[in-house]
DNA sequence: AGTTTTACCTAACGGCGTTAGCAAAGGTAG
DNA sequence: CTACCTTTGCTAACGCCGTTAGGTAAAACT
């Protein structure tokens, strides 16, 4: 009897309706305007079916970040058949990841994060600005020697400020598998040691 | 007449009152957990005196972050009396940031937009395995020839990871003043192109 | 047929940001 | 001291939110 079995798939479609829809609103609307009601309503049945199949919201961000995972993952996979010479590799893989990032907002936010309803996203433009001047600062002064640009000091500001950051958000979200924190100090040590290396 | 001025001053205060509440309870208990009832609560006020004060609740997380911002900056000023040889401050202002940042991880997240509730902060380290894995094979093939140890793998990982996720969440937060999203795409290439050198 | 399970809903709880409207207190001028 | 105005602060509400208790009617099973 395929009772139980349409049951099931019935269920199972229900489960992927609510996510979908719960990325289309991300997608519209970012993921601050999401809610139960919304997605209730937009899957026309009442809120408390969604708690049928989702514990509650995290849950369902949380499903929806696995399916970013998921796709990048996809993506990344793609790249190791069709690029044998690692460094080709390497690079198509970062390629992939950008492209992935801001093809996909949504997912990336989800994934790491990001998306504060602070800071206003934009508006802190200036407030940035003296931390690029110290940063700059000291960057040209080791340069200077060498023939100095303009755009390329812009470049080496950006250069320095994502390693920076990228570590610290990493650390900081629990991404980073290394569980002792001298240990993620020592990363960024080497790090910023081969940074001022190549300049 | 100081009654002027008074009212002045007690404005003045009412106000940075407001402000350290909010910034210890986002200590306390996380900056999702902040809310103007809460902070009402605190001050022994109701709840509309905040908005004489802030327009809304953006505002007062806006005002929280700029004096993240100025604490960073009076850090970095030290540096540039104490070290100067660029080399040494580049690598203090690195420390710095650092530091900033987890002493007052607060802040940083303030400033960064940092802290969705979802991916639940640290579930999600699985996830990243596959990603890391890819990279991983990728470092090792072209650092083969090289003399390879495991944990210097692990840092590359992690160094590369960084820069990727860095520049991303800078551009995609909107904190970068290249208006120009192929010079953003640009100072990646170079990034990555720079890095692979470095290996 | 009656009985149990499932699907689904209404209605509520307690919380949130925000605002309208009112009362009291503080200060000013006659 | 009185009349007035401004500031200060409150209560109460609006419309959201996530979440859950409890009930009803249909579906499936015996």
């Known amino acids: 009897m395929g009772i139980l079995e349409r049951r099931i798939r ?24 999401l809610s139960i009601r919304k997605i209730a ?26 399916d970013g995972f998921r796709l990048l993952e996809r993506s990344l996979e793609k790249n190791k058949k069709k690029y044998p010479d690692p460094t080709e590799r390497l690079k198509a893989h970062a390629e992939t990841y950008w ?7 949504e997912y990336y936010q989800l994934m790491y994060g990001l998306g504060m309803p602070c800071c206003g996203a934009g508006k802190m433009k200036p407030e940035f600005n003296s931390f690029r001047k110290y940063i700059g600062e000291a960057i040209e002064g ?11 000091t812009c470049f080496k500001i950006y250069a320095f400020w994502s390693v ?3 570590l610290i958000s990493i650390v900081m979200m629990r991404c980073s598998d290394i569980d002792d924190s001298t240990m993620n100090k020592k990363v960024m040590d080497d790090t910023v040691e081969a940074f001022i290396k190549n300049l």
Do not use: C
């Not at 199972?12 to 609307?29: F, G, S």
């Not at 492209?99 to 907002?105: C, G, L, T």
């Open 142 to 152: 080791i340069v200077k020697n060498k023939k100095s640009d303009d755009s390329e």
């Open 164 to 166: 920076l950051h990228g």
């Open 41 to 66: 309503d937009a899957i026309e049945y009442s809120v408390p079916v969604i708690y049928d199949h989702f514990e509650n919201k995290e849950a369902i961000l949380f499903e929806l970040s696995l």
């Open 99 to 105: 492209n992935f990032a801001f093809k996909n907002p």
């Open 10 to 33: 019935q269920k199972e479609n229900m489960r992927t309706t609510i996510l979908a829809v719960a990325l289309q609103q991300v997608k519209d609307e970012g993921w601050q305007s």
